[in-house]
């Protein structure tokens, strides 16, 4: 069965949450216009938001996908220290490189490991340990151990073996909720007459009030908390 719903298929309920919680808050605007909007109404609402919700956060593949996802960050954060020691060698053995350290390509990681870009972050610090060891000799002469390259490899194998797992993990989770695709769409289509509601009775009236209604803005709000979330995260 194919969706009938805009974002993602976890974001469903999440927006009928924050309709159904403007709804509350503005009953007397919506009852005075219909009286569709009876306590039963929201109540079942309610109750399809929470069955969808229970389908995502139970799946023991969205409880594994949070513990590799945890450990992703972790590992990545744990490179910056890594990162800071590294380029202090760098520094001290400049003038014999064959780059600039500003060229070694430490930047791009810290960047990856700010936006946890795990694919980019893995490509990267590649590129960041072929200056090292094309260098190491020079590197070595400033101090620079040769178990630390090992080390900081040995952690770049294990970042990328949890950022497959973790693909594999959300690519299990979606066909396992893609299954129970007809509540999602049962739960998207029962939010419709208080989105259309919404339009007739604040449109041209209170266009902020409309934002709390409005699909695209709602996704907007989704997708900026989850970055923030995200963003936490990996500091």
């Keep these: 069965m194919a969706k009938k719903f805009q974002g993602k298929i976890e974001d469903v309920p999440v927006l009928g949450e924050f309709?159904?919680?403007?709804?509350?808050?503005?009953?007397n605007d919506f009852r005075s216009f219909s009286s569709v909007f009876t306590p039963d109404y929201l109540t079942g609402i309610e109750t399809k938001i929470n069955l969808c919700k229970e389908l995502i956060s139970s799946s023991s593949v969205t409880k594994e996908l949070?513990?590799?996802?945890?450990?992703?960050?972790?590992?990545?954060?744990?490179?910056?220290v890594k990162?800071?020691?590294?380029?202090?060698?760098?520094?001290?053995?400049?003038?014999?490189?064959?780059?600039?350290?500003?060229?070694a390509g430490l930047k791009n990681v810290r960047n990856d490991i700010t936006r946890c870009n795990t694919e980019g972050l893995a490509s990267n610090m590649q590129k960041v340990i072929t200056v090292v060891k094309r260098n190491q000799p020079a590197l070595e002469a400033k101090g620079l151990r040769p178990?630390?390259?090992?080390?900081?490899e040995s952690q770049i194998g294990?970042?990328?073996?949890?950022?497959?797992?973790?693909n594999d993990l959300i690519s299990k989770r979606n066909r396992l909720t893609k299954q129970n695709i007809e509540l999602f769409n049962d739960l998207w289509e029962s939010l419709q007459p208080v989105v259309k509601t919404?339009?007739?009775?604040?449109?041209?009236v209170d266009d902020v009030k409309l934002k709390d209604y409005t699909i695209a803005q709602l996704l907007k709000r989704i997708n900026a908390t989850r970055k923030?979330?995200?963003?936490?995260?990996?500091?």
């Design 19 to 27: 309709l159904l919680s403007n709804v509350k808050k503005d009953i």
């Design 66 to 80: 949070k513990t590799v996802t945890r450990q992703l960050y972790s590992k990545s954060k744990g490179l910056r």
């Design 83 to 103: 990162l800071n020691v590294l380029e202090g060698y760098l520094k001290l053995g400049a003038n014999d490189l064959d780059v600039t350290v500003e060229d």
């Design 147 to 152: 178990e630390m390259i090992s080390d900081i």
């Design 158 to 166: 294990e970042i990328s073996a949890l950022n497959v797992k973790q």
């Design 198 to 204: 919404a339009k007739a009775i604040y449109r041209g």
């Design 228 to 235: 923030k979330e995200k963003d936490e995260q990996s500091i």
